[in-house]
């Protein structure tokens, strides 16, 4: 079982930048990949960023050159720092967990997710 806690978001005006934080605890946090997702209301939950368990990054269209990700193993924690905000950007956002079996892999399907945090709410006004 993996637990993941996520923190940071909030009320930000547009342009402006949030970090998230996904701290995981339970097993080995190296063995998997992680994936952030956002789901505004009306709306189905959707892929916003992934890093595989090497540390590569993989990034949805609507996202690329504003948000990067990264991860600490270490400190068993994931990061989504998001940058130059939208308002287009408000959502719920939710880390995920991938035990994924290849290093290198990064998916951005729901389903292939198996542990989620609590979600935390991300508003951009504008």
């Known amino acids: 079982q993996v637990q993941l806690v996520e923190s940071g978001g909030g009320l930000v005006q547009a342009g402006g930048s949030l970090r998230l934080s996904c701290t995981a605890s339970?097993?080995?946090?190296?063995?998997?990949?992680m994936g952030w997702f956002r789901q505004a209301p009306g709306q189905e939950r959707e892929f916003v960023a992934g890093?595989?368990?090497?540390?590569?990054?993989y990034y949805a269209d609507s996202v690329k050159g504003r948000f990067t990700t990264s991860r600490d193993n270490a400190k068993n924690t994931a990061y989504l720092q998001m940058n130059s905000l939208k308002p287009e950007d408000t959502a719920v956002y939710y880390c995920?967990?991938?035990?994924?079996?290849?290093?290198?892999?990064?998916?951005?399907?729901?389903?292939?997710?198996?542990?989620w945090g609590q979600g935390t709410q991300v508003t951009v006004s504008s």
């Open positions: 995920a967990a991938n035990p994924a079996p290849s290093i290198l892999a990064i998916t951005t399907t729901p389903d292939s997710y198996d542990y």
């Open positions: 339970g097993r080995a946090f190296r063995t998997y990949a």
């Open positions: 890093i595989s368990r090497s540390g590569g990054t």
